[in-house]
Each structure stands twice: as structure tokens, then as C-alpha cells.
């Protein structure tokens, strides 16, 4: 199958949502740009993983100039639900986060699950600028879509605004599952679960 690569540039809009009960939900990454709507499926870590590589990234790029804001304004804050029709594109195997200083944009990359991937813990990679003479400069990408042997993926690029408003979402998204086990720190099901800090009773 010919390798599918949806490059939305800005897109309308970029976010991270969920279908289904806490316990039982399913994390989407969605992206839009006019018709073209594309979900891919993610999990939970992963999307807190990238939302606080994006807090850490756009933290670095303030400190160096870029113009990145401190809140959002209500009108700036999307909490609709994903678009419709919801249809998985992929699964994601692994993403990427990046910075283009030329046109002062936070990249995301996320790549389609490989078979070399489904033993590895998922990962946000933050690609490495050679040419950078500082260790801790914000990761800037370089891309190669010709290799038709590739994963599938999903490439947006974003303005520090639209990265904090996604980075913001999908902490509150992440932060709004199964509360915690007081005893053991394991996430509770609405009718308890088998903990282990309790000899296996349920809680």
C-alpha cells in the first residue's frame, strides 16, 4: 500500500480528544484544514508526554525571543469535541516535536505504528540540530517524504498560540480520567479495582 503522508501545514485546527468512559477511552490526535479531516489514535501517554515536551519547548523558544504567550484568551481555548465523521487513519507509533526558527512554528510529527515499533515503548523524539552549537537549543527538524518504504503520517505546523492551546487541552484531557487509588496510585474503575497495596481486596 502507497505510503500516505497528510501534511496540513497551519492547519484550522490540531487537538487531542477522546471517545468513551474514563477507564475505557480511546485518545485521537485530529487534525484540520478546510474539508480535510484526519484522526489518528494516540495513547493517553503519549499525549501527556507531548503536551509537556510542548510546555518545556515553548518555554525554551520565550527565553530565546520568540514571541510565545503566557494565557489564553477564552475565544483562543477550544474545548469542542473531535469532528465528525471520526474515522483512524492510523495508530501512532512514534511522534516527533520540532522548531522552525525561520518561520518562528512548533512541528509535530506523528508517525503510523510499525511492526518494529510494537515492542517499544511509545516516545516523542525531539529531533537534533547538528548544526546548533548549544546543547539545550529548542530541536529544529529536517524532513525526507521520499522514502516510499516510510511510515504513514500526520505533519502539522503550529504558532506558539495554537501550541499552547493544544499543549493546555490535552493536559486538562489527560488530568480528567480515572482518579487515582489512594492506596496505591493505580487508576480507579467506577466500581473499584483489585489493588494491590490491599492484598488484592478491591477498593
Known amino acids: 500500500m502507497p505510503r500516505r503522508i497528510y501534511d496540513f501545514g497551519v492547519p484550522d485546527r490540531f487537538v487531542a480528544g477522546t471517545v468513551g468512559q474514563p477507564g475505557h477511552r480511546t485518545f485521537f490526535l485530529q487534525a484540520r484544514k478546510g474539508s480535510a479531516l484526519v484522526s489518528v489514535v494516540v495513547e493517553k501517554v503519549q499525549v501527556q508526554v507531548l503536551a509537556e515536551r510542548l510546555a518545556l519547548l515553548l518555554a525554551e523558544v520565550s527565553r530565546r525571543g520568540a514571541q510565545v504567550p503566557e494565557a489564553l484568551a477564552p475565544s483562543d481555548d477550544d474545548t469542542a469535541p473531535l469532528g465528525e465523521p471520526l474515522v483512524e487513519a492510523f495508530r501512532v507509533g512514534t511522534m516527533t516535536l520540532g522548531w522552525d526558527p525561520q518561520r518562528e512554528q512548533v512541528v509535530v510529527e506523528a508517525r503510523a505504528q510499525q511492526e ?39 505533519r502539522v505546523r503550529l504558532t506558539p498560540l495554537a501550541a499552547r492551546a493544544f499543549m493546555e487541552r490535552s493536559l486538562r484531557m489527560v488530568a480528567a480520567g480515572r482518579p487515582p487509588c489512594p492506596f496505591c496510585g493505580l487508576p480507579l474503575d467506577p466500581t473499584g479495582h483489585i489493588c494491590p497495596r490491599k492484598n488484592g481486596y478491591v477498593h
Open 116 to 154: 518494529a515499533d510494537e515492542d517499544e515503548d511509545e516516545e516523542v523524539e525531539a529531533a537534533a540540530d547538528e548544526d546548533e552549537d548549544e546543547d539545550d537549543a529548542p530541536p529544529t527538524l529536517e524532513f525526507d517524504d521520499s522514502d516510499p518504504d516510510g511510515p504513514d503520517l500526520v
